[in-house]
């Protein structure tokens, strides 16, 4: 019997030397770290990021555009997966690839397909790597940075914690390049307004900063899952984590309720695009009844947006309340609001699925 399972998310920051090319040591220490959880019986999952930069090293166009960036991920995840199988290799452990895209979460076959995979791979022993699918992401439905992957893995999984590794020894009170009197939180209860406001920012190298890091530790925390954010470079840092050692990093505690890892993409990972204003009975029917949301509940379309985005839904007093996936473009939306079902020709009833809709805190 297992001590629980537990998902580790890698920045590039953490990977990668002055000059931004990955450094194996960075890599062999992560993995020492995890053979030594699982020689305790863990099972471990890695989050990685880093392809491009492995890519980089071995071919360096002049070209920064996404097309090009892909190409180089291409080239580079197949140097970063032997530096992690050696690695791993070297403590008896064995791991193994899977490029996952945001389908694979939200698209209930591909997501059920992922799940099984991932969980066979712990099964037999192995240690999955995980890295976003960038070498084909289309840029408008790509994640963007792998914190927000590490959590809908977490959730996949029902891990039992998710610690996110980082250049930083956690979430500090203020930016210490700016601030040096900047000193460790060392427990989030819940991550609000006023801690998004004071780690706003991408990091130095890789696409995610602290801001991206707290999104994720909301998501692990509505999925039920503990995390801890904590630096890299930190000796024992994953088996103090593990312990709940206090002072490891910063520890985001779970909530009692659970989100499907759907529900979690659709609530804190895709970007809103316009605003559905809702009547009073359409809200009680949403928040009691957990009902769609249907045409003649809606009073106002904000924005412009096409089928299947994501938009918020807010009640009479402009409060959002929810968010969910669109079935119709807003010009659409805006023609069917405040009408019947039945008087609306050739379209599907609902606005919102009760399936696509999210209740947000």
């Known amino acids: 019997m297992t001590q ?26 992560l993995c020492e770290q995890v053979a030594g959880l699982r020689n305790d019986d863990y099972q471990v999952a890695i989050v990685t990021s880093g392809a491009i ?58 997501y059920l397909h992922a799940r099984q995979t991932l969980r066979r791979l712990l099964d037999l022993g192995v240690v999955p790597i995980i890295n976003e699918n960038d070498a084909t992401a289309a840029d408008a439905i790509r994640f963007g940075d792998n914190d927000r992957i590490s959590a809908l893995v977490a959730n996949t999984l029902e891990a039992d914690l998710l610690v996110i590794l980082t250049d930083t020894p956690g979430v500090l009170t203020a930016d210490p390049r700016i601030d040096a009197s900047a000193s460790l939180i060392e427990e989030i209860n819940a991550v609000d307004r006023e801690l998004d406001a004071i780690v706003s920012g991408p990091g130095v190298r890789g696409s995610g900063g602290m801001a991206s890091k707290l999104a994720a530790a909301r998501m692990a925390a509505w999925s039920g899952i503990r995390t801890v954010i904590a630096a890299a470079d930190r000796p024992n840092v994953l088996s103090d984590a593990a312990a709940g050692v206090p002072g ?3 520890q985001v505690l779970a909530r009692d309720s659970s989100l499907s890892a759907k529900r979690l993409w659709i609530a804190f990972a895709v970007q809103s695009e316009g605003r559905l204003i809702v009547d009073q009975g359409a809200k009680q029917a949403l928040t009691e009844q957990g009902t769609s949301l249907l045409p003649i509940g809606v009073v106002e379309v904000v924005g412009e947006f096409v089928e299947g985005a994501a938009v918020d839904v807010a009640g009479p007093d402009g409060k959002i ?19 019947r079902s039945d008087s609306i020709d050739g379209q599907r009833d609902e606005l919102i699925h009760r399936d696509d809709l999210v209740l947000l805190p």
């Open 4 to 29: 629980g399972l537990v998902v580790v998310k890698i920045g590039t920051s953490s990977l990668t030397d002055d000059q931004g090319f990955i450094a194996p040591g960075h890599i062999e220490r």
């Open 53 to 110: 930069s492995a890519g980089r090293a071995v071919i360096a166009p002049q070209e920064d555009d996404i097309v090009t960036l892909q190409a180089v991920s291409a080239v580079g995840q197949t140097r970063l997966m032997q530096v992690y199988e050696s690695s791993l290799q070297s403590h008896g452990y064995v791991g193994g690839q899977i490029l996952l895209a945001p389908g694979d979460f939200f698209e209930r076959e591909q």
């Open 248 to 250: 490891v990093g910063t």
């Open 321 to 339: 309340f929810a968010k969910g996936l669109i079935s119709k473009r807003s010009d659409q939306a805006s023609e069917s609001a405040g009408r």
